[in-house]
Each structure stands twice: as structure tokens, then as C-alpha cells.
């Protein structure tokens, strides 16, 4: 969140207007319901809210899902995940631009520092962790000659780094086609040092697309929403922190579903409302991304990435 906008002190909502864990068990019931099997946990950074281990042991319970996972920027891992793999978590994404701390610090904001983000995925690792993803968006002119930094430092340890195009998420992250490398780019410097070979899509709808090495040392994963759109194969449904849920990553508005749960819906009502909500979407954003910025001259309202999560 750019601390430009909204500082170090800046309340967002007060707790009231948060989803309860009862509430947000109820809607995973909900989706399980219609199909779903894989939840995950995201932000903003959800290791800040309080007795998440609470709510993960709760999920985790949840007849029908498959897998839990958790998406967080590492800055407060080190203390959480033993607690978290207690509770139930079963895999961990982090989020990690860069080995550099000056350019993970100037991607990042200062306040958020390359040090403890590795003694969390050390803290992970030693819980029991064994396959955690680092997530790296590359940006041109930032940390786009570091790609292979971060591939020589993970490589062999059964984790696995997905490098992610630069998105025009929001209205805020100063997005320009200039910044973004394309996950081509990123592949051939790659290939170059360290030959790689495609892995088939282990299902439909899989947001990366990965490559082995060829000498066994592991993966490699790209995340290509500018370059190679995946809309039709989308898979995902998105709620905030408040209960509203987004059909697309580049949505304007989210349907209120907070207000259903506290009107008192029932089970069954919450299936029929979700199933007609995920059936009437039309969400084509990253497909129609040229057309779309030309005619609102870039200026299309976005829910911030903050609000939803990757």
C-alpha cells in the first residue's frame, strides 16, 4: 500500500466490518458447495490479522477442501509458521522481488525489510514447509537483471520461483506497458544459464505455467497476465476482507455478501446466490487490456490489489 497515500497510521475499516471466522467459514462451505477444493488465504497481508491460526484450523477442517494455502509478504512468518502448519496450513506462498535489500526495499516500501522475509522462509522451512513458492514481479528498470539472483538461490531446495508480469492491478501502482518484461524475456535469460524444459499443466486453469530444469534441480514458474492472457480458463473467485466477492482480479465492484450473511442466509440460499453470480460474469480484462486502457484512457476504477489479493 503506498505509503505516500495512506502513511503508517492510516484505519481502513474498524473490526466490525471485517468478516468473522464464523462467517467466513460459511461462505468456503459455500463454495466447496459449488465445486471448490483450493482456498487461500491472502491480503493485503493476512499474517496482521489477529488469531489467524484460529481461522486456518477451521478451513482446514472444512469437508471437501482439498488445499489450503497462504500468500503473505513474510515480514511476520518467522514468529507464525510453526503455528500456522499446527493449525493445518499446508503450503505457503512469499512474496520476494528481489535478494537485493536495497531494491527489495525501494519495491517495497522501507519499512519492509529483505532480512526478516528470509528468516520466515527459514522459520517455514524448519515447520515442516517443504515446497514454498517465492512470487517475484519483475519490473523493467527495477529488478529485471536480479531474475537470475533469485533462481540461483532456490534452485535445488524444492521450492520454486514464479516470476510474475508486471499487472496493472489498481489505480495506484504507477503501471506503465514500458515496465513490464515479458515472461518470455525472463524465460530466455533463464534457459540461457540454465537450460529448462515445459511441464505440462497439472490441471485447467493453472495460473502458472511452469519448466523444469533440465539437470533436476527443481521448477520454475511464470505468471503471464500481460503477455498471455488465461480468461477463459479462469478458476477464481476473490473475497475481500469486508465479504465482497470479485470475479476478477481487475474488477471495478464486488458483490456484497456480508450483507446477506448478517440478513441471516441460509446454506442452500448462499450456494444458489454464488452460483449466479460466478455464471453471469464476463470478466475479460487481461484479453481486452489495450482496448479497454485506450478508450478510458487508463483511467478505468480497479479494486486495489490490497483489497484482494493476487
Sequence with gaps: MPAEIYGNAYRFMEPGELLTF???????????????AKVKLTGGEPLLRPWLPDLVARLAAVPGVEDLALITNGARLARMARLLRQAGLRRLTVSLDS??????????????RLGPVLDGIAAAEAA????????????????????????????????????IEFMDVGNRNGWSREQVV?????????????????????????????????????????????????????????????????????AATGFDLRAELRR?????????????????????????RAEIRRRTKGARKKVEMYTIGG
Aim: with cysteine; glycine share 10%; hydrophobic share 40%.
Design 22 to 36: 464464523e462467517e467466513t467459514e460459511q461462505l468456503v462451505r459455500a463454495f466447496v458447495a459449488l465445486g471448490a
Design 99 to 112: 535478494l537485493d535489500a536495497h531494491t527489495f526495499e525501494l519495491m517495497n516500501g522501507r519499512a519492509h
Design 128 to 163: 515442516g514447509f517443504r515446497s514454498i513458492k517465492l512470487n517475484a514481479v519483475v519490473i523493467r528498470g527495477m529488478n529485471d537483471g536480479q531474475v537470475l539472483d533469485l533462481v540461483r538461490r532456490f534452485r535445488g531446495t524444492g521450492h520454486t520461483v514464479r516470476f
Design 182 to 250: 515479458s515472461s518470455a524475456e525472463t524465460l530466455a535469460a533463464i534457459h540461457a544459464v540454465y537450460p529448462v524444459e515445459p511441464v505440462q499443466p497439472g490441471y485447467r486453469g493453472e495460473v502458472a505455467s511452469r519448466y523444469r530444469f533440465r539437470d533436476g534441480a527443481g521448477e520454475v514458474g511464470f505468471i503471464s497476465s500481460v503477455s498471455q492472457p488465461f480468461c477463459r480458463d479462469c478458476t477464481r473467485a476473490r473475497v475481500s476482507a469486508d465479504g465482497r466477492v470479485y470475479t476478477c482480479l481487475f
Design 264 to 288: 441471516g442466509v441460509s446454506g442452500e440460499e448462499l450456494v444458489t446466490l454464488l452460483r449466479g453470480l460466478w455464471s453471469r460474469r464476463t470478466d475479460r480484462y487481461s484479453e481486452e
